[in-house]
């Protein structure tokens, strides 16, 4: 009988699977790209995967991330290692803590990537300093209204915040759904290859271009 990787083992190979299976990934934030992510690669064959978020689900967040209007008021991180375990058998980490400057080595230690999947300037100038300082490779998932990027640490500028409420800007689901798409098969690329690629996607023409170093 086929497995729960059938069609990713036909398309990238046994060896590609037992890798993604072995990497240690850590991922921060659970919102519109985070909650996305972490179904994707758990669904390509990531077993060790660590969510980090600290906020609880609000309605307004039903449209573009993961989450169902039954989940509202509960904790993301918690949320979504069950809806993890249950859709594919595979038991997440859940960390409901903030991200500072006391927590950081703890929660992004033995990551053989990180992945920067916050909504806030100062978690993500954090996330990218501690790894620059600790050697850990990271990659950086964001978009704003029609434009999304996702860049390893290198290349990576950290944007100013959009406004005062990090929540209240435009986004479309199919943005989000495109840059996670994109975003997953870059690390699934990086785990199985050791190859890093930057990319920038716009929604409106579909387009989905190479950043040059």
């Known amino acids: 009988m086929a497995g729960k990787q059938h069609h990713e083992s036909l398309y990238r190979g046994e060896e590609a699977i037992r890798k993604l299976a072995e990497a240690r990934v850590t991922l921060c ?3 519109a790209l985070g909650s996305h992510l972490a179904d994707a690669l ?3 064959g990531v077993r060790r995967l660590r969510v980090i978020d600290r906020d609880r689900v609000e309605e307004h967040n039903i449209g573009t991330q993961l989450f169902g209007e039954g989940d509202v008021g509960a904790w993301k991180a918690d949320v979504l290692r069950s809806y993890l ?3 594919t058998g595979v038991e ?3 960390q409901r803590k903030d991200l500072s400057e006391r927590t950081v080595r703890k929660l992004l230690k033995d990551a053989d990537v990180v992945i920067d999947a916050f909504d806030n300037s100062a978690s993500r100038r954090l996330v990218q300093e501690h790894c620059r300082d600790a050697g850990l490779r990271c990659l950086h ?3 704003y209204a029609d434009y999304g990027e996702v860049i390893w640490n290198e290349q990576y500028r950290v944007p100013s ?3 005062q409420d990090v929540c209240d800007y435009p986004l479309a689901r199919n943005l989000v759904l495109l840059t996670v798409a994109v975003a997953a098969d870059t690390l699934v690329r990086f785990i199985c ?3 890093q690629q930057n990319w920038s996607i716009t929604l409106r023409d579909f387009a989905v271009r190479p950043l040059e170093n």
Do not use: H, W
């Open 85 to 87: 375990f249950r859709a």
């Open 92 to 94: 997440i980490e859940s």
């Open 193 to 195: 290859d050791g190859e």
């Open 42 to 44: 758990v669904r390509q």
């Open 29 to 31: 934030g659970a919102g």
């Open 141 to 143: 998932a964001g978009l």
């Open 161 to 163: 915040d959009a406004g």
